[in-house]
């Protein structure tokens, strides 16, 4: 996914979609707000009435966290959709099918694991708005920065086979290109560990892909900057390993660094050493995305109800955000590293190196994933942003549960998140827990007030105010229809997710002037439209 003017790949866990941490401790929430709030241009899109095609991919057993049947759990996920924000009066609690047509998602896919197993999978919508072909549980969706985890594990694998060491400069392996030197890099260098730590002190945030028709950089041309690459050279400009920073470029260099020591492409290296020994048989790294795969692929959507052009944009910066795949081929990646973790497979890593994959290394990152918490609530998770597509996987190292929800429109990341509660809640997750705020009395007056249209992040928010409280809508950003739930006679919180709070300042008339949105530690300011 891309930055600066265009979109975070994190956007909704990282990229950091899920988990864009700070130097300091950054929650899950926290970091899905950041990379939101990066986001440029999202779409939003309209859907026809829903209908449910699912896959039991093991049987109920019995022990923990089994209540009801199968279906009864799926029926109250379904219709127990959870905002960030619990506050009275609010409209806390939303169906799938409501949440569908409301945020105008064509189709959203959902794996769950329990007791260290694909419980359930389901698909539900279009694979394109205003088509008649249905999503299926094998319907390929754009995995985003979720590809990040994935081609670390590959890079890990190669570490233990002895042809790349984790601490060693990486240029001492690549061929084809080398890290620039400059001052940075005197003393210390950019290391494997560290590409896939986000702490190689490394620039470009993300990639915003290359629509249909365009031309397609190599990585080399990427890594420089080098026309037709859309997006800047990436380059060290902090010292290596002092700060955590998000890099898709330096996922990028592991890329060529793996291409480099094994000789092959990049999709071919993956699918042998990662995707085909767990059972990743509808994953696949190949940018473009092959003719016989087209037909199984959802589009992207936009605010406006436009597809991405050409349906799709084509990544190749693959191990940043080229995977295609489904939510059941995200947790099978998933409860490997579980079961390696806990010495129970070693399919492609040993427990060892899973153990080093999961151990924090900066910004509560470890390699190639977003860690958080703590012996049996640990939990490691990642997200993504594409073009067109927004994805979430969660998943418990010690549990046996976690889940993964993709979708293909720029607006599906809130549903993914409410969609993640409801999974929460049903199942007994020790996270990803609603946050209860009493609720505020203000003066409609007070909040008519606030009213009106705002310039954020270049591009237009506009706050209407609507049976006795106010509404957010920020299309560009992927907000629709978010209630604002007063703390205090100026301060408000966003509902449909955490630790986002708005505040309204005022000139020296008194009157309403500019929005101010504090996410994750970060201050926005947006003027009022005159």
Request: aromatic share 6%; hydrophobic share 40%; proline share 6%.
């Amino acid at each position: 996914m891309g930055i600066s003017s265009k979109r975070t790949d994190r956007g909704w866990f990282p990229g950091v979609n899920r988990r864009v941490a700070g130097a300091n401790r950054m929650s899950l929430r926290i970091r899905i707000a950041v990379g939101l709030f990066g986001t440029i241009l999202v779409a939003f899109q309209s859907l026809p009435a829903l209908r449910a095609a699912s896959t039991l991919t093991s049987p109920v057993r019995a022990g923990l966290n089994n209540q009801g049947t199968i279906e009864e759990r799926i029926r109250r996920v379904e219709q127990g959709l959870l905002t960030a924000i619990q506050v009275p009066g609010s409209a806390n609690t939303h169906t799938l099918a409501e949440r569908m047509r409301q945020l105008r998602v064509p189709a959203v896919s959902i794996a769950v694991i329990n007791n260290g197993r694909i419980e359930w999978a389901r698909a539900y919508g279009v694979i394109e708005s205003g088509q008649p072909a249905r999503a299926g549980t094998t319907t390929l969706f754009q995995a985003a920065s979720i590809s990040k985890p994935v081609a670390a594990m590959g890079a890990l694998h190669l570490v233990e086979l002895g042809r790349l060491a984790l601490d060693e400069d990486v240029n001492k392996r690549l061929i084809s290109w080398k890290v620039p030197e400059n001052d940075k890099t005197k003393d210390q260098k950019v290391t494997l560990r560290r590409l896939l730590s986000h702490s190689a002190g490394l620039t470009v945030h993300g990639f915003p892909g290359y629509a249909k028709g365009d031309p397609v950089p190599i990585i080399v041309q990427v890594l420089d900057g080098e026309k037709p690459a859309n997006t800047q050279p990436v380059r060290v400009d902090t010292v290596p390993g002092t700060i955590w920073r998000y890099s898709g470029g330096g996922i990028s260099i592991a890329q060529l660094l793996m291409m480099d020591v094994t000789g092959e492409p990049f999709p071919r290296f993956m699918r042998e050493s990662v995707l085909a020994p767990l059972g990743m048989t509808n994953s696949t790294y190949e940018q473009p995305l092959p003719e016989a795969r087209r037909a199984q692929a959802a589009s992207g959507h936009r605010p406006n109800g436009d597809v991405v052009q050409g349906k799709w944009h084509t990544y190749p910066e693959m191990a940043a955000a080229g995977l295609w795949t489904t939510p059941t081929d995200l947790c099978k990646f998933a409860i490997e590293i579980q079961k390696s973790r806990a010495g129970q497979s070693n399919r492609v890593l040993s427990p060892e190196m899973t153990s080093q994959m999961l151990l924090v290394q900066k910004g509560k990152w470890g390699l190639g994933i977003g860690v958080d918490g703590k012996g049996k609530n640990q939990e490691f998770s990642h997200g993504g942003s594409n073009e067109g597509f927004r994805c979430q996987l969660v998943a418990y190292t010690e549990l046996g549960m976690g889940a993964a929800v993709m979708t293909n429109s720029d607006t599906g990341g809130q549903i993914a998140e409410e969609i993640l509660r409801a999974i929460s809640a049903e199942y007994g997750w020790p996270s990803l827990k609603p946050v209860e705020k009493p609720a505020s009395n203000v003066d409609p007056k007070t909040l008519k007030q606030f009213a009106g249209k705002y310039t954020l992040l270049n591009g237009p928010l506009e706050v209407t105010f609507v049976d006795s409280h106010l509404v957010l809508n920020a299309p560009h950003v992927g907000i629709l229809d978010a209630d604002l739930a007063p703390e205090s006679d100026s301060s408000f919180l966003l509902t449909t997710m955490e630790n986002i709070t708005i505040s309204f300042e005022k000139d020296s008339g008194g009157e309403v002037s500019e929005m101010v949105v504090k996410v994750g530690g970060q201050t926005f300011k947006g003027k009022r439209a005159k």
